[in-house]
């Protein structure tokens, strides 16, 4: 274990052994962190927040946090957890194992992901999300929850197993993008992407399915995309047979 | 007061009784910081720049500035100023009552907002941009100001009391959105949006009167907004009397 | 020289007498820092990273790095870098003489920028982007390099000299922006965008050259833009003579 000295440390903190704590640094109070973890410089975990449901910070085994990362009390995090830099993580956001957050990612809380899912940079994701697994959201995506802003009313989208948000996409209050699917870069999606099927443009329309996007390389279909793209997967997480033709 | 020991303070700095401020947290000179105002970690408030057009820095009463936020010399708010983690206001920014600004907004200077006002996070205000009283401005929403860029031609946008702009606009140079507007996610705005109407698409058209979107839970107009949302704004901020059929 | 008695400085580093380091900031090994450098607080220079095809950092003179800035390992840059705050660049980026890259941007490394390059804001970078002399790239824009991600098939933008990519513009992966050329406001951009010519919409059309934009002041073609605008670059960097109709 090597916590820089200039890092902070509250009360009530579990750090493993083989955890690094990189300098300027603070580790708020009721923060766990399991081994093998490494955690950037100026980050804060745990901040205190009277809107969490719970106190404690969940940070398990082989995760990796970057620099100026903040994450509020109240989250839980699978083995696994990778973050770019600058990510903000607010209160009661739930995710399973492996999860990659990446740099600038604002994640609002309230909101929930499966097992390895991807966010690439600079993805925002609001309250009441609920993401499946082995999703993968691209950079400037905007997760929207309200129909008619500023209400009371939050309908966060859904986003299903195994399915795409291309780069620049924004998500209407209450749409689901079922499984399998791809949202093209630039897509306003509202209402419901059926299972398998490619919606484009703004406002956003299904224009067929997965299966007629070619791979550059074989010229087989590029979706689903875990025929031809299985790295840094889990044994068991991605379906080793699949139909190309939902 | 709580002025952490690793937080460094500038010359001629005056800083109420009751002000907390966080961890390695940088106040440069001539910085005031009035009562109940919480201040969080690894912010800059203060930056010297020989842009502002005066050297103070004036934070009220009341205010909260979360973590990672810079604030320049030359800038002054009202009561009740709420920062996201990771905001960026440049000089000669102003701002009155209740101003609420989301994580990771960059607001560009020589820039004003009136009362109430509310940014989400990830929001762009380029220079020359006037905004009034009780607006809202959520997500990934950008200000421009350059007709033709780059140029020495600046003509940032204006947008009128009361009025919303979605997530993931783009307010082009010299575009006004009027009183009790709506302008729709991911809508492109260009000259200007009349009172109480709603621009939509890209290229945004006027696509109706606000009063037309109904409220998803009462079934009346959802705008003008203040009729069902309230939440946070003090007695007179918002009109009591109010006409659904501008 | 003045570094702040906060700034932890690592092995192999290389700073000239004129150089100042702001508080909390962190210098890692094997950087070089040139003269005549300013460097802000909460930065981190050299960010050490497996990935990195060389193990220094190369800051030239003339700098300045504003805080919250993160450069990995892996870069160099000409004399007269200018960031904005929080920029994040990773490993394996080179730019040349005078590059300027704004608040919140995020370069993902792997790719390279000529000479008097200008970013502005919160712009995207992706890996095996190529970009020419004196392009300008606005706020929000980001450029992708995955045609059907994800997969191992990484096809960066290119963009040539001079030309200008507006506001929340998508670059297609593959796509190329030929010299002297304009990307508008919200466009997504697709294949190629000929020499000197407008491309604009989702998806992006090419509707006329350049020529056609008239500056608002004197009533001439606004583009080439160097016509009009030279403010900041040195002598020989922009043509003294030029054709308005490419």
Redesign the interface.
């Known amino acids: 274990m090597t916590i820089h000295e200039?890092a902070?440390i509250g009360q009530n903190v579990t750090i493993a052994d083989d955890v690094n704590i990189g300098?300027?640094t603070?580790i708020h109070s009721n923060v766990e962190i399991a081994g093998n973890t490494n955690i950037g410089?100026?980050c804060?975990l745990g901040?205190p927040n009277n809107l969490g449901k719970v106190d404690t910070t969940i940070i398990d085994t082989d995760s990796t946090i970057r620099?100026?990362s903040?994450i509020y009390a109240g989250c839980g995090f699978g083995p696994g957890l990778t973050t770019?830099?600058?990510v903000?993580i607010r209160e009661n956001t739930y995710a399973g194992i492996n999860f990659q957050v990446g740099?600038?990612s604002?994640i609002?809380g309230d909101c929930s992901m499966g097992d390895n899912v991807?966010f690439h940079?600079?993805v925002?994701i609001c309250k009441t999300s609920k993401i499946g697994n082995c999703v993968?959201v691209?950079?400037?995506t905007?997760l929207?929850n309200d129909?008619?802003?500023?209400?009371?009313?939050l309908t966060g989208p859904i986003i299903e197993d195994f399915s795409?948000v291309?780069?620049?996409s924004?998500l209407?209050p209450g749409s689901i993008v079922r499984k399998n699917s791809m949202v093209g870069?630039?897509t306003?999606v509202k209402g419901e992407v059926p299972i398998g099927t490619i919606c484009v443009?703004?406002p956003g329309k299904i224009v067929g399915k997965t299966s007629k996007?070619l791979?550059?390389?074989d010229g087989k279909p590029?979706?689903p995309?875990y025929r031809?793209?299985r790295?840094g997967y889990p044994a068991g997480a991605l379906p080793e047979i699949f139909d190309e033709n939902f």
């Open positions: 200039t902070i300098p300027f603070i410089s100026y804060e901040v620099s100026h903040i770019g830099h600058r903000t740099t600038l604002d609002q991807r940079s600079n925002h993968w691209f950079p400037f905007v929207t129909p008619h802003p500023p209400s009371e009313i795409i291309a780069t620049g924004i209407l870069a630039a306003v443009g703004n996007i791979h550059k390389g590029a979706y995309w031809h793209f790295r």
